[in-house]
């Protein structure tokens, strides 16, 4: 079992900059690999970035890339999202998740979640 948990999110003008947390608590964190994802209102769940165990690999969503940096610290079991130049469609709740094995772009892949933290982007 891994429980997750969410902090960071809130309200920013576009252009500006946020950073999520995920607090990890559970199955060992240092061992699995992590992501973030994201839900807007009538949209389904989309992919942000993911990060393996150890933090030496990181992928990016086309839309994320270049402005968000995902991270991990194992020591503090916990996962950040460094989102800047942020833009009105960045508005969502985010949610991040453990790895569970598969794609590691699919939501499907991903048996634990947290319960998400809102980001609202104004123009």
């Known amino acids: 079992q891994v429980q997750l948990v969410e902090f960071g999110g809130g309200l920013v003008q576009a252009g500006g900059s946020l950073r999520l947390s995920c607090a990890a608590s559970?199955?060992?964190?240092?061992?699995?690999?992590m992501a973030w994802f994201r839900q807007a209102p009538g949209k389904e769940r989309e992919f942000v970035s993911t990060?393996?165990?150890?933090?030496?690999?990181?992928y990016y969503a086309d839309s994320a890339q270049g402005r968000f940096t995902i991270s991990k610290d194992n020591g503090k079991n916990t996962m950040y999202l460094q989102m800047n130049s942020l833009k009105p469609e960045d508005t969502a709740v985010y949610y991040c998740a453990a790895f569970g094995g598969g794609i590691y772009d699919s939501p499907s892949s991903y048996p634990y979640w947290g319960r998400g933290t809102q980001v609202t982007v104004s123009s």
């Open positions: 559970g199955r060992t964190f240092s061992t699995i690999a």
């Open positions: 990060i393996n165990w150890s933090g030496s690999r990181v």
